[in-house]
């Protein structure tokens, strides 16, 4: 072996190895030509879709729509080849370029049909030829706007005259004919279906789905065609929208115990909905509280309570006497008063369903409707703005929200160490405890009818001051009951009446309605000039009205109401209120001019002593044994 051979010598080993490089290499050669070709595809690719859309662009600008026509259609053809499972974008990105090329085409018909429509525009020979060249493209465009002007037609949005000249100026071209023929044909039966389409709308608009379906149901029962067509998709569509919010209000209808609104819902959707199982489950949930109404035409029972004694132990304790605990009647009383009423049969309503007051100038008498063998009641609590002055009867100082969104009673109690600690209890005022009667007794109520609230407002409203003008009021309340006065921030009194309106909401949603019983508590209205009245009546809809809305009741404190012609009855009355109670010991109502007038009796340990209520009560039955356990200092 020669020195060369020797110091240059490959072995075996070596030689494998290198056969091992070189057959890499060539394998990278290979992936970086396919590499290279592949990127070369891709930028011819993008370069092509680049370049689409400006060539379609100037196709149609040049009026050359043949050529324009081929791009579009050479693009679908590649789309339809694809396989849209494919791991790139080429796919979407094709589709996209459809999607412009389309809205290109549309933006120049829509502004043709555009100026038809509103100007009565006659197409000139270009815009003709771009309407029958772009073929399909225009075609379908053509076509949904035709038919949305037979919809604007339909519903009375557009007048005849200018359907049919729209139609006149597109029928000729011969990319529409086939189109337009057919529904040109069918305008005189549009024209006659307009009437009922419109009833359909109107009830939708005012959210009466029930109607909207029933009246859709009977145009696509008359007609076809369009008119048929246009009624099966408005149908499907109002089905799809109405089904899931009546069925939460139908459902909330339970929850609150409005059993026979729940009950006409729930068989207007099962007649809608046929093979729906919850509807018929729901209906019958309400049918089985339902029972054969009648209308009353009798005395209507108007009784009227005020704030209760929550804590007997600060009422009829060591310091007893310190206030008149014979003004209110404690937790106990107003329980055995409720169980009273119900084994006589009463059952609560709504005594605005004793009228119908949608004019403001004028109201319809009704008489109200029970169910049969009941008698109807009407509670009232009276003013709840928390006199610091009743604390000493051990009544509650607020109402306030639970956990879970009860509205409750907040009173105070004495510690052990002689520190007053608040209570939070449901059943510490009247609302809670009909409330909880109610819930265990469902047919004391009629349709979710609770009772009436009466609001004063010139130092608290629910214990609450919500204004500033009730803060000099409160404090002097506070100061005269030897309770220390409050400072209020606006922010103090923002939260105030936020917690007001979350209070009203929960009570509204439940069954429970309002009334005003004057701003000041007027001891006597009647006795106030109109100055006084307007003054009063503007702080009480925009301090206390502003949180509890569309009130149209006034308790005139006293019972000394403004009859109903006087000018001061008729500026209440041009103000919304247009039911007044007065005060009476037995059932009273009248009709007067544009309002209802009703006396409330209200009862007390004070009243028992000195009126007759045997036709309600027994007193021995109502009042609370501890009145007669009374421990005195």
């Not at 044909?185 to 029933?214: C, F, M």
């Not at 969104?405 to 160490?417: A, H, L, P, R």
């Not at 000099?472 to 309340?477: D, V």
Request: proline share 3%; net charge negative; charged share 25%.
């Amino acid at each position: 072996m020669t020195g060369f051979s020797a110091g240059y010598h490959i072995s075996d080993t070596e030689k494998r190895s290198n056969k091992g490089f070189s057959a890499a290499a060539f394998a990278c050669g290979v992936v970086l030509a396919a590499l290279i070709v592949v990127m070369v595809m891709v930028a011819r690719i993008n370069a092509y879709e680049d370049s689409t859309i400006p060539d379609f662009t100037a196709a149609l600008e040049a009026g050359n729509y043949d050529e324009a026509l081929a791009i579009y259609r050479k693009v679908q053809d590649q789309v339809l080849a694809d396989n849209p499972d494919a791991n790139d974008n080429t796919h979407d990105e094709r589709i996209r370029l459809l999607g412009e090329m389309e809205s290109i085409v549309q933006e120049k018909v829509d502004t043709i049909c555009d100026r038809i429509v509103t100007t009565r525009y006659v197409p000139q020979h270009s815009d003709v030829e771009f309407l029958d060249s772009m073929q399909e493209l225009t075609a379908s465009v053509v076509a949904r706007r035709l038919n949305y002007l037979c919809e604007q037609f339909l519903l009375g949005k557009i007048e005849k005259p200018d359907v049919i000249f729209v139609f006149n100026q597109l029928s000729p071209i011969s990319n529409f004919s086939a189109i337009s023929g057919p529904m040109l044909r069918e305008i005189d039966y549009i024209e006659t279906a307009t009437g009922d389409v419109r009833v359909a709308e109107k009830a939708l608009t005012t959210g009466d789905y029930v109607e909207a379906v029933k009246r859709y149901q009977t145009v696509n029962g008359k007609y076809e065609g369009f008119v048929g067509d246009y009624s099966a998709k408005r149908i499907t569509e109002i089905k799809s929208a109405m089904y899931e919010p009546m069925m939460e209000e139908g459902e909330h209808m339970l929850e609150t115990y409005r059993y026979y609104s729940a009950e006409k819902l729930f068989s207007d959707l099962a007649a809608i909905f046929p093979d729906d199982d919850k509807i018929r489950s729901d209906l019958l949930a309400a049918t089985g509280h339902t029972s054969k109404t009648v209308e009353w035409r009798g005395h209507v029972e108007v009784l009227c309570v005020r704030s209760l004694i929550a804590n007997t132990e600060t009422a009829f304790g060591v310091e007893f006497g310190k206030g008149d605990t014979g003004l209110y009647l404690t937790g106990t009383e107003f329980n055995n008063l409720l169980e009273t009423l119900y084994a006589k049969g009463y059952v609560l309503v709504d005594p605005e369903n004793m009228m119908s007051a949608t004019d403001p100038g004028f109201i319809l008498e009704r008489n109200l409707t029970v169910p049969e063998g009941k008698k109807p009641l009407i509670i009232i609590i009276e003013n709840l703005s928390y006199d610091p002055a009743a604390y000493v009867c051990g009544t509650c100082r607020r109402l306030v929200l639970n956990d879970e969104k009860q509205v409750c009673g907040e009173y105070m109690v004495k510690s052990k160490d002689g520190a007053e600690e608040p209570v939070v209890n449901r059943t510490a005022e009247a609302i809670g405890i009909l409330d909880v009667f109610v819930m265990n007794h469902q047919d004391f109520t009629f349709n979710g009818s609770k009772g009436i609230i009466s609001i004063g407002g010139h130092d608290s409203c629910f214990g609450y001051v919500v204004s500033r003008d009730q803060v000099k009021e409160r404090n002097k309340q506070l100061n005269a009951a030897n309770l220390p006065t409050v400072e209020y921030t606006d922010e103090e009194i923002e939260n105030n009446k936020n917690a007001v309106k979350n209070i009203v909401e929960r009570l509204k949603d439940t069954g429970w309605k309002f009334a005003s019983c004057t701003y000041g508590y007027l001891p006597n209205a009647r006795k106030a000039d109109l100055a006084g009245i307007v003054d009063d009546t503007t702080k009480w809809i925009e301090q206390i009205g502003s949180l509890i809305p569309d009130t149209h009741m006034i308790s005139y404190p006293g019972g000394n109401y403004i009859y109903g012609t006087d000018e001061r009855a008729v500026y209440l009355k041009n103000n919304g209120f247009r039911i007044f109670f007065g005060a009476g010991p037995k059932p009273y109502h009248i009709y007067g001019d544009n309002y209802l007038y009703m006396d409330r009796t209200i009862i007390s340990p004070n009243s028992m002593k000195n009126y007759d209520f045997s036709r309600l009560f027994e007193n021995n039955d109502i009042l609370d044994p501890i009145r007669k356990t009374i421990r005195k200092q």
